[in-house]
């Protein structure tokens, strides 16, 4: 059974920082697309940012510059790493895999972003 669990998420302020990692129980993560989306609230979820299993990422416009996305298939987790952080990137934030057969989603961590 793939499980995906996040952490990381919390309280910051404008042009802070935090790293969300996520954590996947799977044979195939390494070979598997991961990607971070998130959802605020009366939005539809998003993409922020996408990673291959060969290492190719793929940012939205809105966090390019700002937001990192990497693996450790050693650890079979992958990471958001946010910084200049804003109001606006707040939101609930979930971890996805590219199956064989189906996408797999995590509970989501919540991020907020407020003085």
């Known amino acids: 059974q793939v499980r995906l669990v996040e952490s990381g998420g919390g309280l910051v302020q404008p042009g802070g920082s935090l790293r969300l990692s996520c954590v996947v129980s799977?044979?195939?993560?390494?070979?598997?697309?991961m990607g971070w989306y998130r959802q605020a609230p009366g939005k539809q979820r998003e993409l922020v940012a996408s990673?291959?299993?060969?290492?190719?990422?793929n940012y939205a416009d809105s966090v390019k510059g700002r937001f990192t996305i990497s693996r450790d298939n050693s650890k079979n987790t992958v990471f958001l790493q946010m910084n200049s952080l804003k109001s606006e990137d707040t939101a609930v934030y979930y971890c996805?895999?590219?199956?064989?057969?189906?996408?797999?989603w995590g509970q989501g961590t919540q991020v907020t972003v407020s003085a």
């Open positions: 990673i291959s299993g060969t290492g190719t990422t």
């Open positions: 799977s044979l195939i993560f390494r070979f598997s697309g």
């Open positions: 996805n895999m590219n199956g064989i057969r189906q996408d797999y």
